[in-house]
């Protein structure tokens, strides 16, 4: 099992900037990425951002040159969200995905941080 926990969110102006963290505990060995989803009411959760355990990174064609994710370490994952925009509005779920011999890979969930972009 894999435990998420997040920091970060709130409200912030158009254009401008805001950071969110997630700290995953737990089968850590079993982490093949990390990463950050996001969901408005009435439509499905969505990936923003993620980054392999290799480090490759795959980013939501609506935030690619705004949002970077970063992973400094097996247990931590930030994205730094930049130039931010009312559709940008959303809850932002951490996610892990795992993998263990001889199982279905597994999800996992933070428990969700509001972003409000708006005047």
């Known amino acids: 099992q894999v435990q998420l926990v997040q920091s970060g969110g709130g409200l912030v102006q158009p254009g401008g900037s805001l950071r969110l963290s997630c700290t995953a505990s737990?089968?850590?060995?079993?982490?093949?990425?990390l990463g950050w989803y996001r969901q408005v009411p009435g439509n499905p959760r969505e990936l923003v951002a993620a980054?392999?355990?290799?480090?490759?990174t795959n980013y939501a064609d609506s935030v690619r040159g705004r949002f970077t994710i970063s992973r400094d370490n097996e247990n931590t994952v930030d994205l730094q969200m930049n130039s931010l925009k009312p559709e940008d509005t959303a809850v932002y779920y951490c996610?892990?995905?795992?993998?263990?011999?001889?199982?279905?890979?597994?999800?996992?969930w933070g428990k969700g941080a509001q972003v409000t972009v708006s005047l």
């Open positions: 996610n892990a995905q795992t993998q263990i011999p001889g199982s279905p890979p597994s999800r996992w």
């Open positions: 980054v392999t355990s290799g480090g490759d």
């Open positions: 737990g089968s850590l060995w079993s982490i093949t990425s």
